[in-house]
């Protein structure tokens, strides 16, 4: 054991991911301080109600509720911030680096909209800011982008970064389970956003790719860059649908980097059976990034939960202990992009992209009907690959379309569907999902 002084660590929060950080720093204290070079002493926890029943019961640390006990107090060395939103946590994190301690966040709201201010502000008070829960939960996948991929140009990334949706999907598909009890049952298990909006309408995603680009491509890239889609339009029939075609239906976050053009969106897409990312389940994340040497890596593992989250929030608190305990103050996250900024990349915007589309309509169930769609098609530029006439409902005479088609460009589709929308032949577009090819 060392005879270093102990590292104070201060916790904003103790809910789902507080109490997995204060379980682990309490039941290991031995073999952190070793691997640290100090004892790791949990001086207090900021909470809203101290009053509240909590998961972690036995808590040799008091809860306060005034934030400067933890922000400003002498003994507290590194800040742990796991509150989530968007304020009061940065305005926390901003006084925690004014007062000179070192901050540990999992807040990818905070990063992906203030990142790099914060980032700047740490430098300037010769003290770090880490963040690798932020994104993938306990995947290590910040750290690798700030350092054993540098040698490579980043191509792309493609990733499946938001555990509650992909617990839903995996649910709605492999159990034909209701969207709400599949949601009800992620937020049991800790998995979902304090407020599950962010989760279901790829909110929470689209945080998550606005730090990992930034990081990958050299740029300075923020949440509101990023168009996202949620899942909350997907129904049953689209997973069985999609399933005929030899398709899983995930929501990926996806960045491309193409000619001096970027391109980052968050939605849901059709993914062929067959491919690696199609199979991760549950609350599983995968995040598969390609570089020019290094080919296409893939990290993989669990991205919610209150213990694979804490293993990335110690992981940074142990590294900044040894800095401390080496002497060491300099910050290893510095500027804007984590380095000097690329020039020169432009943000495509998604009316830009061609892919393939999933159309699924509600029809009126009479002859002319699919010609007349695919007259629309057709007049925007738009290329049928597949249609399937599927689930008439003769009582109400309509039927249901199922239309795939040729790799086509977002505007264009979207013209059409806007006529498509209007015709009084169609009672409902009912879904539009992109194809991801291989
Ligand atoms: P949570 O269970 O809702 O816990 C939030 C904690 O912060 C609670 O202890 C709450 O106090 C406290 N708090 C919130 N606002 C406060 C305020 N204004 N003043 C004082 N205390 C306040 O949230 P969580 O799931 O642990 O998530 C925390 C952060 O980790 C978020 O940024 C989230 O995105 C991130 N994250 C979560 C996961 C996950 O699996 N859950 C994974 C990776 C990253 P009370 O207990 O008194 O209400
Ligand atoms: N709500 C987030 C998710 C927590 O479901 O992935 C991890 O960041």
């Known amino acids: 054991m060392s005879t270093q002084r102990a590292i104070g660590i201060g916790l904003l929060g103790l ?3 507080g109490s997995g950080v204060a379980e682990s720093l309490l039941s290991k204290p031995d073999a952190l301080a070793l691997r640290a070079g100090a004892p790791l002493a949990l001086r207090r926890a900021l909470v809203r109600d101290p009053k509240k029943a909590r998961a972690l019961t036995t808590r040799p640390f008091p809860l306060v509720t005034d934030p400067a006990q933890v922000l400003e107090s002498p003994d507290v060395d590194i800040v742990v911030e796991v509150l989530g939103g968007e304020e009061p946590a940065c305005g926390y994190i901003e006084r925690a680096l004014r007062a000179g301690k070192h901050v ?12 790099p201010r914060l980032l700047a502000l740490a430098n300037e008070h010769n003290v770090q800011l880490r963040f690798e829960a932020s994104v993938g939960g306990g995947i290590p996948v910040i750290g690798p982008l700030q350092r054993d991929l540098l040698g490579n140009d980043i191509v792309s990334i493609r990733a499946i970064i938001n555990g509650t949706t992909n617990y839903i999907l995996t649910e709605m598909a492999q159990k034909g389970m209701d969207f709400a009890v599949a949601l009800g049952q992620a937020q049991q298990l800790g998995y979902a956003e304090p407020d599950p909006t962010n989760d279901v309408q790829g909110i929470d995603a689209a945080y998550k790719l606005a730090v990992l680009a930034t990081l990958a491509f050299h740029t300075r890239v923020t949440a509101s860059d990023v168009p996202h889609e949620g899942i909350t339009r997907l129904r049953a029939k689209d997973f069985r649908y999609a399933r005929e075609l030899g398709y899983a239906i995930k929501l990926l976050a996806i960045a491309t980097k193409e000619q001096g053009n970027l391109t980052v969106r968050v939605h849901p897409v059709l993914l062929p059976m067959e491919t690696l990312l199609a199979k991760v389940d549950g609350a599983f994340n995968a995040i598969e990034i390609k570089g020019d040497l290094t080919g296409t890596v893939t990290f993989h593992g ?10 990335a929030i110690l992981g940074d608190v142990v590294n900044i202990a040894r800095a401390i305990c080496g002497g060491e103050q300099k910050p290893m996250t510095a500027s804007a992009a984590d380095g000097p900024e690329e020039q020169g990349l432009r943000l495509r915007s998604m009316a830009e992209l061609s892919t393939q589309f999933y159309l699924r309509l509600n029809v009126v169930d009479r002859p002319g009907v699919l010609a007349l769609i695919a007259t629309v098609l057709g007049e925007h530029g738009i290329s049928i690959a597949a249609v399937v006439q599927k689930d008439a409902d003769p009582a109400a005479g309509s039927a249901e379309l199922v239309i795939t088609t040729h790799p086509a460009q977002e505007a264009r589709m979207q013209k059409a569907l806007a006529v498509i929308g209007r015709s009084s032949v169609v009672r409902e577009v009912n879904n539009l999902i992109r194809v991801e090819a291989v």
């Open 302 to 311: 669990l991205g919610a939960g209150a213990r694979p989250t804490a293993s």
């Open 104 to 115: 540990v966040t999992a807040n990818k709201e905070v990063m992906a909209k203030h990142g």
């Open 15 to 17: 809910g789902v991911v």
